[in-house]
């Protein structure tokens, strides 16, 4: 089969067809890529374009308060700063992690609606001058291009209102956490109107929404019904309008909610984090007519090349079959992958992911 762009490759996935290949995406932490430095890959180097990684760009916009965003305290090894969001982060600058959250400016739901107030659909929200310049390049290099919405309950308790807070408001003030999931979208959704009917269309809408952790989910079927779930399916039904797949980030255990994800249409899912619980092979036995996967590849095993690749070999085979599958990492590439048996882990995803 001729070699395709990553464009038509992404789109026979999401047809549920074979392609000359899957698709290989990964993200890599800081940490990881400057070990690959030290190993010898260049400084100014894409490392998509460095190992050989499919093409994806991504359209963000700004749905934020517009806090003040400011540096508090900052040092060689970390930065203390505010966001637009009104969070206060300290974040290590040499470490693979998450940061830490200090303080939240939004903890209830006056202080909600001042927010609100602040997060209304200018055009100033979206770097129109970036996708003048990028937009034309991508199109004639063949890349897949991403909306990147930035909605729902993760986005809310981790970027905005803090854990504890959206999860004792899941159950006590329901309605509450539904305003700011909806309007969150709202921003969204027009915002990337005003992009689209610029004429700068994508081919995927995609969103990050964590909903489990380790054997687990942060909330019941329950609440995902009758809280969260109308806002996915809202995202879905707009995505669906527009004649492009609506894909869900979603890391941890989320195998009891699986099934109202297909039931609102959803149509790809990511990581498939194999540490949490999740089962690839399963979920490719019962969803795999309906739903891309994407991921997978457990993360804890990249510190061996002969454990990941008896890993793929297992799995990816499988995984292909009928299209519908995108090759990454169950979540990042962490800093315990060397620069050469990355290198191997796309040349080995090339090998058993062609058709």
């Known amino acids: 089969m001729p070699e395709m762009t990553s464009r038509e490759r992404f789109q026979c996935m999401c047809a549920h067809r074979d392609a000359d290949r899957v698709p290989i995406i990964d993200g890599p932490w800081g940490a990881t890529i400057e ?37 508090i305290e900052e040092t060689d090894e970390y930065r203390i700063y505010t966001s637009p969001w009104g969070v206060t982060f300290k974040n290590w600058k040499h470490a693979a992690s998450t940061p830490e959250y200090l303080d939240f400016t939004v903890t209830n739901p006056d202080q909600w609606r001042d927010a609100k107030a602040r997060m209304t659909p200018t055009r100033d929200r979206v770097d129109w001058e970036s996708l003048k310049k990028n937009y034309p390049v991508w199109r004639e290099k063949g890349h897949w291009i991403v909306a990147n919405g930035w909605f729902g309950f993760d986005i809310t308790h981790s970027w905005f209102v803090g854990t504890e807070r959206v999860l004792m408001a899941l159950i006590e003030e329901p309605e509450w956490c539904r305003e700011m999931f909806e309007h969150e979208l709202d921003m969204n959704i027009a915002l990337f109107d005003m992009i689209w009917d610029a004429g700068y269309t994508f081919d995927c809408f995609r969103w990050p929404d964590d909903m489990g952790y380790k054997l687990n989910q942060f909330f019941s079927l329950r609440v995902y019904r009758d809280v969260l779930k109308p806002v996915h399916k809202r995202a879905v039904e707009w995505a669906h309008r527009k004649g492009i797949p609506a894909h869900l980030h979603s890391c941890g255990d989320v195998r009891p909610l ?50 990941i690749e008896a890993e793929m070999r297992r799995l990816v085979p499988t995984l292909k079959q009928n299209g519908g599958y995108i090759l990454s990492s169950d979540h990042s590439v962490p800093s315990s992958m060397s620069m050469e048996n990355f290198r191997r882990f796309v040349q080995l995803g090339k090998e058993l992911g062609g058709y």
């Open 258 to 307: 699986v099934p109202e994800l297909v039931e609102i249409g959803i149509d790809g899912l990511n990581p498939l984090e194999v540490k949490a619980g999740m089962d690839p092979l399963a979920l490719k036995r019962d969803y795999g007519d309906r739903l891309l996967l994407h991921g997978g590849i457990n993360a804890l095993l990249y510190e061996s090349l002969d454990a």
């Open 35 to 71: 070990r690959w430095q030290r190993e010898g890959m260049p400084k100014d180097a894409n490392y998509v374009d460095f190992f050989g990684l499919d093409k994806v760009a991504g359209i963000g916009v700004d749905t934020s308060p517009r806090y003040p965003a400011r540096t």
